[in-house]
């Protein structure tokens, strides 16, 4: 017996599958391949499976089969398919992994771009706290990531006077100035540009540094 969900699925008229065996049914191929399943399913297992099956006679579907035994009196007398389609959910899987990839292979090359560029980079929220240090900036001031960039680098209490990155957060341009800055043990001059970072609505959200060391020109 069968459904009419049966029928349009498969595209089988009324009564198609009635007294035939499930070999004639689905062709001595298919029927070799789900054969252990079927005798699981006799045997009184509730058998589940994903695959891709025939859909109206034209392409194929991405499904999830359930084998439930009808059982009576503790007995088997068969089982029934039970079919849901998952071919929406498995194309949305699809594009989501391709689109991961695709952000994978962009942040790699991301990441190798900043690394050839040779100067410091960071990235300060609209709180001026410092998210992000690429290696060079690191080396170059220290490792500040979390602290307020005013503090870290300027030993201030408030944002700094012409802060690039006050001034990008302000009118969303690129700013460029030369300041000193205290490290360890010396005083470097360094040349800083800021560029403001955007969000997918246009609004900007963090500052873009980077930082040039210039002490050697001056």
């Known amino acids: 017996?069968?459904?009419?969900?049966?029928?349009?699925?498969?595209?089988?008229?009324?009564?198609?599958?009635?007294?035939?065996?499930?070999?004639?049914?689905?062709?001595?191929?298919?029927?070799?391949?789900?054969?252990?399943?079927?005798?699981?399913?006799?045997?009184?297992?509730?058998?589940?499976?994903?695959?891709?099956?025939?859909?109206?006679?034209?392409?194929?579907?991405?499904?999830?089969?359930?084998?439930?035994?009808?059982?009576?009196?503790?007995?088997?007398?068969?089982?029934?398919?039970?079919?849901?389609?998952?071919?929406?959910?498995?194309?949305a899987e699809r594009s989501l992994q391709d689109a991961l990839q695709r952000a994978e292979e962009e942040k790699n090359k991301s990441a190798a771009i900043i690394a050839a560029i040779g100067d410091g980079i960071s990235i300060q929220d609209s709180e001026f706290r410092v998210v992000y240090q690429n290696e060079y900036h690191k080396k170059m001031i220290g490792n500040h990531l979390g602290e307020f960039c005013y503090e870290a680098y300027e030993r201030k209490k408030a944002v700094c006077e012409e802060c690039p990155v006050a001034m990008s957060f302000f009118d969303g341009n690129v700013h460029t100035l030369e300041r000193s800055s205290a490290v360890p043990g010396k005083t470097i001059h360094v040349e800083v540009t800021s560029s403001p970072l955007r969000d997918s609505s246009g609004n900007v959200i963090a500052g873009i540094e980077v930082v040039r060391d210039i002490t050697g020109r001056k």
């Open 1 to 91: 017996m069968h459904n009419k969900g049966y029928e349009d699925w498969f595209g089988h008229p009324a009564g198609y599958v009635d007294g035939k065996h499930l070999r004639q049914v689905l062709g001595e191929k298919a029927y070799q391949a789900l054969h252990p399943r079927v005798e699981a399913a006799l045997s009184g297992q509730l058998v589940t499976f994903e695959d891709f099956i025939p859909y109206r006679g034209a392409g194929r579907r991405y499904v999830r089969i359930a084998y439930v035994p009808d059982l009576q009196h503790g007995s088997v007398r068969g089982f029934f398919a039970l079919i849901q389609d998952l071919t929406e959910r498995k194309q």
